[in-house]
């Protein structure tokens, strides 16, 4: 294959797969054949192929795929488009972005988290860069920034590449994803489609979830490369899809997002400039929901539909100041119209709009030959104007500034192990849910909009930890602790004709670790590990903080022969003792205690040919009946199923997984 600058990953997937321990960087974890606890690849930052198996089998959109990384958490709703959560922070706090986009969906009741529009194995590479430690991003995630990329192509002759995989599970589940790609001197193709789709499933106690769903995506792209240093590329992506949801009286019936994208390109300009960037992007969402599409005996018969139109423009310089020193310096815009049908009538109209320009600079040094500096600083400027008709601000804007920081040393101890830290500090501008769904603190039982009177969060955060890899051994492990003031808590206790929940500001503090490790005792078995810890509390009410995860800890086996693989997990959490009942976040708030618990999951694979693989697996073996402490309440009277106190997780899934790679 003739493509210079990027490992193909898409086709590396399956051929990782298969060709296991062909790949001579970092044997430990990166060859791993079903992703069960994903390290850290360099300091704060994870990166992985949404492409290799993870296990348990995720739902085909961006927050499962996020559950093998110690640390997340998946708010359930059903059966997809769960609301991820990292460190117990959901929400804005994360800063979700495609192709460099930050995403946001539409649904004020937040169905769609912006999650639910990535289709995982569209892209070759996902990101997670923990806590506020890069500036480079606007809509700045305090928590983490988790990015859905595709890799650049260029290439140097004819080629021309295929990959497709198919899968069949338990519940009527079957995906299927199609990618090719072709190019040329000068010029280059992807397509790629993808479609999954699934019926209800079981909890442990065989009662049926009410969480059918079926999403698809098609998207192209079209890049030209006049030479080895420019590109110029336009890339177009549709997804559509429904949902059903245990937790809330309506369902998710359109899901409609199209993507527009304009990348230009130039490296190597001078000696300083090493490369320049532009990219243009336009993307809109058009989401329904109804309470009779997917689901019967309502009385009376409702239906909504949302919607947002963005633009955003991203303009990125790097710079070589010396041979020491490198900085990537930019600006970016964004415009973000909502708007709603307030008679259910299906026309929109405008409600909502948020205005977003920010620059940034982050620099990074070479100290000495085995330590260096990473630091940044971004301003941002923000708008929000209220559109709505019947609103205690409406007509009204609010504009402010918001500023951040960080700075931290990586010190090279031996070969293969890097330790880390650093500090940074984040201002987040609240976000359309904050600002336009919930209801002000200062008059909550009038429902009386929070517009003008929730606070901008701010945190500071310390972050470290350890890269070690050495001869079997692969261990990373990281630590936060953080003080956040004015964060944004909200109480959905005092509800009201009209009040979906008040937006309160509270300060609060968390601290936590994550680990993940991996030993490989001989050629064919490796054994991982993956522990995540949070910790948190309110202090100004001095009670936990809601919507934290407790303590969990996952163990795992991989055999990997050149013909066959196996692989098993075993996952274990605490209980939860600790909560703030009736307080949360906008996607979800604290139900009460929740027991622990833990599951088994096996698979096993074969390569008939180098490139393709079958891979069997059972999730969850022993059917056990559990649900997540972070989850949505169950508690809804949906006809023709068992309400719950949270929405159960499966039961038993066996699923069935084949894919193949030509190149
Ligand atoms: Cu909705």
Known sequence: MKIQNTTFSAIALATAAMTSGARAADPAFLDEVVVTATPMSAPLFIETDPAIPRQPLPAHDGADYLKTIPGFTVMRKGGTDGEPVFRGMAGSRLNIMVDEQSLAGACPGRMDAPTAYVFPEAYDRMTVIKGPQTVQYPNMGSAATIRFDR????????????????????????????????????????????????????????????????????????????????????????SDGYAAYADRMMDGTRFDRENFTFKAEKANLSPLLSKLSFQLGHNSIDHVMDNYSLRTGAMMRMSSRVGITSTQARLTVRLALAPDLAAVVGANWSDSQHGRDLMSNGIVTDDARIGNAGVFGELSKTLSPTLKSVSGVRIDAWSADDQRSASSTAGRSRSERTYAGFTRLEQTVATGTVAYAGIGHTQRFPDYWELFSMSSANAPASGASALN????????????????????????????????????????????????????????????????????????????????????????????????????????????????????????????????????????????????????????????????????????????????????SGMTSIGGYVPTMRVNEPGRVLWLKASLAFD
């Open 453 to 632: 009177t929730v606070r901008t969060e701010k945190t500071t955060q310390a972050d470290a930890g350890m890269l070690y890899r050495r001869g079997p051994v692969d261990v990373s492990v990281s630590a936060f602790l953080n003080r956040i003031n004015d964060f944004v808590l909200i109480d959905y206790n005092q509800l009201a004709t009209g009040v979906t929940g008040i937006a309160t500001n509270v300060d609060a503090q968390t601290y936590g670790t994550e680990l993940a490790a991996s030993y490989r005792v001989n050629d064919l078995l490796r054994l991982t590990s993956g522990i995540a810890y949070v910790r948190g509390t309110d202090t100004t009410n001095d009670r936990p903080l809601a919507q934290l995860p407790p303590l969990e800890a996952r163990l795992g086996f991989a055999i990997d022969h050149p013909r066959w693989l196996a692989g098993g997990v075993l996952r274990v959490v605490a209980a939860q003792e600790r909560y703030h009942a009736g307080f949360g976040n906008i996607a979800g708030k604290d139900l009460g205690p929740a027991a622990g618990f833990g599951t088994v999951s096996l698979n096993a694979g074969y390569r008939p040919t180098k490139n393709s693989l079958i891979l069997f697996g059972v999730d969850n073996l022993f059917d056990k009946d559990y649900a997540e402490f972070i989850s949505r």
């Open 151 to 238: 890799e650049p192509r260029t290439y140097t002759g004819p080629a021309r590449s295929f990959m497709g995989s198919v899968l069949g599970a338990s519940f009527g589940r079957h995906d299927e994803i199609v990618r090719g790609e072709a190019g040329d001197v000068g010029y280059y193709l992807q397509a790629g489609a993808n479609n999954s789709q699934s019926g209800d499933y079981e909890d442990g106690n065989g009662r049926a979830i009410h969480s059918r769903y079926r999403r698809w995506s098609a998207n192209a792209a079209v890049g030209l490369t006049p030479d080895g240093d420019t590109r110029f590329e336009l890339a177009a992506t549709r």
